[in-house]
């Protein structure tokens, strides 16, 4: 800009009739278009584009809180959640983040540390914000509202909630059919707190599938968690402890995989190699199990579609209310199997005979 020219003015913001008398369009289609309503597919695509690049240039933004009145909404939701520092909770808040977005909705999320009374004051908070709806990632919360309640691991007793969680019975009995195939008959657990929500569950399922398989639980070398910080640190100290005790076991199926993690570190750390020695069996599959040394054995939970789904039954549930809902969807798990399992060191030892007898036989 050359010396003495005026400063060039940026556009200055209008309002929607301005818009309107702009383009020559009515405040309904420009409504339509910049809200992303489905029924602006019914609308040329030369039309929507052209809006599209007038609300830029003249830097125009719907009226939130007039939208809001209109709608008697606040197009936004309250997700409650225990913590976010672990792969679990980012590969849930990934696909309802990607739900949320393509639904134009905003989100409030709160984590309370599986604190009640946290837990108690956040949700009281965001419902004073006037969220359309809750979201409750492994948080059984007791709350009575009227907003509609979703519920992911968290198996909540509020009235009215949808819970969506995993088929556990069938994950305990895909994972101890594995060890069982490999010759693993002398099996170490590690059993979750109890204030995590699936935890139950979660056993339950095992003690169920060890039963019907005929695998004895042994007391002595069952290991129950008192809490976990999402650091492979309690399942490191927890297998250590186990180490010390006793080795007379050749597998160990873990709560979550990142305390199968910290086990197979403690294995390491022991002088023993997974699966050589002790096989280790994980659960959840997030991101890092497969490139983890070894590669975890896990049982995957469908976390994206488990966020996807809460996010998109919630949203129904707000935008047509008079429908009926299930009060519970099962999700299907899945066995991964990779490197951190293998034979029993017995049925190795059984197959190493076997084929020096054959060899012998030939001879």
């Not at 405040?27 to 809200?35: H, P």
């Not at 709608?71 to 949320?100: A, Q």
């Not at 009060?327 to 293998?342: D, N, W």
Request: with cysteine; hydrophobic share 40%; charged share 25%.
């Amino acid at each position: 800009m050359k010396k003495g020219e005026a400063t060039p003015k940026q556009p200055a913001t209008i309002n929607l009739k301005q818009l309107s008398e702009l383009l020559q369009l009515s405040q309904t289609t420009i409504s339509l278009v910049l809200n992303h309503s489905p029924n602006a597919k019914s609308i040329p695509a030369h039309t929507r584009e052209r809006i599209r690049e007038a609300a830029i240039k003249y830097q125009y933004r719907p009226n939130y809180f007039a939208r809001s009145l209109r709608r008697s909404r606040s197009m936004s939701i309250g997700v409650v959640v225990p913590d976010m520092s672990d792969g679990y909770f980012t590969l849930l808040m990934h696909s309802v983040e990607r739900y949320l977005i393509k639904a134009n909705y905003f989100y409030f999320m709160a984590s309370h540390f599986r604190d009640p009374e946290l837990t108690e004051e956040y949700v009281r908070m965001l419902l004073e914000r006037a969220v359309d709806g809750l979201l409750l990632l492994d948080t059984p919360a007791r709350i009575e509202t009227t907003v509609p309640v979703v519920a992911i691991s968290a198996h909540s007793p509020a009235p009215g909630a949808t819970n969506i969680f995993l088929d556990h019975d069938k994950a305990g009995a895909e994972a101890l059919q594995h060890l069982r195939d490999l010759g693993h008959e002398r099996i170490a657990f590690m059993r979750g707190p109890e204030n995590i929500s699936d935890a139950h569950y979660r056993w339950h399922g095992i003690a169920q599938a060890a039963e019907s398989l005929g695998i004895a639980i042994h007391p002595e070398l069952v290991i129950t968690l008192e809490e976990l910080d999402q650091t492979p640190s309690h399942g490191y100290k927890a297998m250590r402890k186990l180490l010390r005790e006793t080795r007379d076991f050749t597998a160990i199926f873990c709560f979550n995989d990142i305390c199968a993690f910290g086990a197979i570190r403690a294995i390491d750390d022991a002088g023993l190699s997974v699966p050589g020695d002790i096989s280790v069996v994980g659960f959840d599959d997030i991101a890092s199990a497969a490139y983890h040394q070894p590669s975890l054995t896990t049982v995957q939970q469908p976390l994206r579609d488990m966020g996807a789904r809460g996010a998109k039954i919630l949203l129904d549930r707000i935008n047509h209310p008079g429908r009926t809902y299930p009060p519970e969807i099962v999700m299907e798990p899945k066995l991964i199997v990779r490197e951190s399992t293998g034979p029993a060191r017995v049925a190795k030892a059984k197959t190493v005979k076997k084929k020096a007898v054959a060899v012998g036989e030939e001879d």
